[in-house]
């Protein structure tokens, strides 16, 4: 198969480009690996109170279906159930899992998207253990209860969200619970710093409780908060938060049965004293990372940057990369919502366009600056400290780029 | 008990119509066009699969194919993630694979 432009990832990034590329003349493909079309986006089903009135309500899956309708329309090929496992220059990507078994491509764009850390435990191999993405997926998507009683474990912005679409849509949750200090928890296990997250969450979050709780624990309030956490627990629309009791162990013979929670300090430190809950399913949550394996495959400069998330491709402003005709737009770049993915994706396909003698429908100025205004209208910041990572990435690029200019190599 | 763990919801999906299919010869039933881990799961089965090298019982847990924990036999093909395989009228779902290895190691 031979188009101008591959895109991989059918997300919210992958789709809103491939329909700039499109609108613009090129020919576009989208492979992605799910056997629908959507991405994260599907899970996804809230109010946004920072949205014009009449677009309040957020559903994941109308999104979804109206951005495929408009690039099915303009001629866009959505490939599902197929994997691109590998890719290399000047672009051809190889395909499993269909009659077709290799694109070729003018340029690429990886709207890969994130996947979940995981967070290991004693017990959490058992069935009826799973992470918080899951939960949402089966929930909002699937529509399955995971379990009739469950316990989150992981105390940040999104195990707190999905707790409460979980209770919403009739699952009883037991409580949401820090994970246990271990080699692997870190800052996770810590309860004063759960607190601090959500203090940066507040004002952010997609809900009112949410945002009440980041609100009680962040400014002039903070102090009084860390005092609070010797308070029995918080609750969240009736769901127990316990900041000062940890998830040690999940327990079960052959499927979960039950978890056992100890008592904390403020730092996290147990104090010996137990107790079990009888619960059928646990959530973990430890956050997400973004998936940059093509990137790397293709020869991609990859960079570590904490505050996006993890290790990601080095990347300008106009989301080229250090590979002549690879982009990258989404959660590759670093972690944050539909709408800031949605921005990047516009921002990508207006850059290749270009590279490739179109015209886009806005300027890169434009897009560029649409991305901004997406990220200050987010309903949900995943991670407190993106701008700055952002700006990290900023600097790196233009020295990545001095450096090029000056004769040297692009540094790996 | 299908509808023990089915959820209301505001978005369902449209024209979902009920198959039939099965899980180690058990037959259930479940929605065309949904992933297998979902009708299962629905169908109160938890447990996909044992690990080759433990025997411990896995099933569902990242539910986007990462994991690959939710792997069983599709239609005679081994190790398809059923997270990301949707059901269609008489699929035959088993986990003997894993345990067929298990059985030849002895």
Known sequence: MNVDVAVIGCGPAGLTASIEMAQSGLSVVIIDEYYRPGGRLLGQLYDDPKAPVHQRRWDGKKVTQELVEQAIRLGVQIVCGVTAWSVAPRWKVELSGSEVKSVQAKALLLATGAAEKALPMSG?????????????????????????????????????????E???????????ALPSQSAVTGKLSSPEDALSKLAEAADLAPNPFLRMMGRLVAGSLRKVAIHALSLPLLRLEGIPVYLRKAVARIEGEHEVKAVTLQDVTVQGVPTGREERIEVDAVCLSAGLYPLVELAQVAGCSVTHVPELGGLVPLHGKDLSTTADGLYVAGNITGIEGAKVAMAQGKLAAVSIVQS????????????????????????????????????????????????????????? | MMTNTRLFSTNKDEGQRHVSFTFNGMELTGYEGEPIAAALLANGIKTIRTCEVTKEPRGIFCGIGHCYECRAEVDGISNQRTCMTPLRSGTQVSSHSSWQIEEARK
């Open chain 1, 124 to 164: 959490w191999t058992l069935p009826g253990v799973v992470s918080v993405g899951a939960a949402q997926t089966f929930t909002n998507v699937h529509q399955v209860a995971i379990g009739k009683k469950v316990m989150v474990v992981g105390v940040d912005p999104l195990a707190l969200s999905v707790a409460m």
């Open chain 1, 166 to 176: 979980m209770k919403h849509a009739g699952i009883q949750v037991v409580g949401i």
């Open chain 1, 356 to 412: 490739l003698g179109k015209a886009p429908s806005m300027s890169k100025d434009d897009a560029m600056h649409a991305v901004e205004q997406a990220r200050d209208l987010s309903p949900i910041r995943f991670l407190p400290q993106i701008l700055e990572g952002r700006a990290i990435m900023d600097q790196l690029w233009q020295e990545a780029w001095r450096k090029k200019e000056g004769g040297q190599a692009w540094m790996i």
